[in-house]
């Protein structure tokens, strides 16, 4: 498995040392399963690789069912304040309830912490069962930003006082008939925010050197939001990087400059489009950069193309501070029964290893992992879809990463 995309580590800009001490949250559900055989293949690459002259320290915080069982929060202040003090965390899924009930303990995450960018990069690890006929095509990396568009939460409920007055200053300012029982939500999206979004994901797309960066949006109807983050983004890109950029509409206009050796294109598409684009022509995409919804959907659906959540990493990444992350959910029904496959979070963890410079181990990790899918030893979730594959349990893919990698 060659090296996949590395996550914006130098947008935090942390150094670590040998033995940093680094917070954990293990999460809902499956959470403790995945988290305890992630460490197992984490300790052990680092201890292949540095020989004892690295390793890590783990230390448990809070957040999720447990947090509310112990302390009767979902997201205790100590919790925030141990990741603003080390610069980093891996947390398992945790719980969201649907319609009902506390918002998501992820947003919150992402919002107190301002981390902006939810990066998930999606490759091909040959031999995971996908839908495609030519999976390993796929090779992009995903920036979504992460605390505005409708995911802040500024929505109320219908027949609610907000709401009806929501309803009428729109009806006396605009003249737009709102229907009276309809729940009102609101769409956020800054200039500010979506530079910050895009300079990060240009400057990765420089920094791997990526071809090209795509804004991805539905600007084609919602024009004073995600028309304006199509807008800013280009504004970004001349702005900060007019020597190394150069528009997809400049190229086809035949700018001689533009085809200079070594510039990254950036160009945009419609999200509706991207979906077909992203399943009939991947190999034309490197980098994406979308709001907050239509990223949440782009990230998931480019997961499914290699196989599926359960071996997609993902972070989310601040100014200050950095979270990594399972980027499927808790699954509670497998709860305790050791079967679900931890492959996400272990690479969420070999992605983390990035970050704190730890190139070495976080190589081994991935590379055991693809060499051990090839032989189809894999939990059930793949090997269902496998002929003649081994079916481990969720701790037994990891011993067989920790075999592999001693070797």
Request: charged share 25%; aromatic share 6%; net charge neutral.
């Amino acid at each position: 498995m060659k090296n996949p995309s590395r996550p914006a580590s130098e947008a935090v800009g942390s150094r670590f040392p040998d033995f940093p001490e680094i917070p954990f949250i293990e999460g809902d559900g499956t959470g403790p399963d995945i988290w305890k055989a992630t460490r197992l293949v984490l300790d052990a690459a680092v201890a292949r690789v540095y020989g004892g002259n690295r390793g890590i320290q783990w230390k448990e915080i809070l957040a999720g069912e447990k947090a509310l069982a112990e302390t009767g929060s979902v997201l205790p202040e100590a919790t925030l304040d141990a990741i603003r003090e080390h610069g980093i965390a891996l947390k398992g899924p945790l719980t969201t309830p649907v319609g009902k009930g506390i918002r998501s303990v992820n947003v919150a995450l992402r919002r107190e912490l301002d981390l902006f960018a939810c990066v998930r990069p999606v490759q091909y690890i040959p031999g995971v069962p996908s839908p495609l006929r030519y999976p390993e095509k796929v090779d992009m990396v995903v920036f979504r930003e992460n605390t505005e568009d409708v995911y802040v939460g500024l929505e109320w409920e219908a027949g609610s006082a907000v709401a009806k007055k929501i309803i009428g200053l729109v009806g006396r300012e605009t003249g737009k008939t709102i229907r009276p029982d309809a729940g009102i939500g609101l769409k956020p999206m800054s200039r500010f925010g979506t530079r910050r979004l895009v300079r990060m994901a240009l400057q990765y797309a420089l920094d791997q050197g990526r071809k090209s960066l795509t804004l991805v949006h539905k600007g084609n109807i919602m024009k004073f939001t995600e028309g304006a983050f199509c807008r800013w983004g280009y504004e970004l890109a001349r702005d900060e990087f007019p020597e190394v950029t150069v528009t997809e509409a400049a190229l086809s206009a035949g700018d001689a400059d533009g085809v200079m050796k070594g510039r990254l294109v950036v160009k945009d598409r419609i999200a509706d489009a991207m979906f077909q684009q992203i399943l009939l022509r991947p190999e034309e995409y490197d980098v994406l950069a979308l709001p907050n919804l239509n990223g949440d959907y782009m990230s998931d659906a480019l997961a499914a193309m290699v196989g599926g959540l359960g071996m997609a990493p993902g972070a989310n990444i601040g100014q200050g501070c950095a979270v990594f992350e399972a980027t499927h959910g808790t699954a509670p029904k497998y709860a305790g029964l050791d079967k679900v496959n931890p492959g996400s979070l272990i690479l969420s963890g070999a992605l983390m290893l990035d970050h704190m410079g730890w190139t070495e181990a976080a190589d081994l990790v991935r590379s055991s992992l693809a060499r051990v899918v090839s032989r189809k030893q894999v939990t059930y979730d793949l090997a269902r879809q496998l002929e003649g594959a081994v079916t481990l349990s969720c701790s037994g893919f990891a011993r067989a990463l920790v075999e592999d990698l001693s070797r």
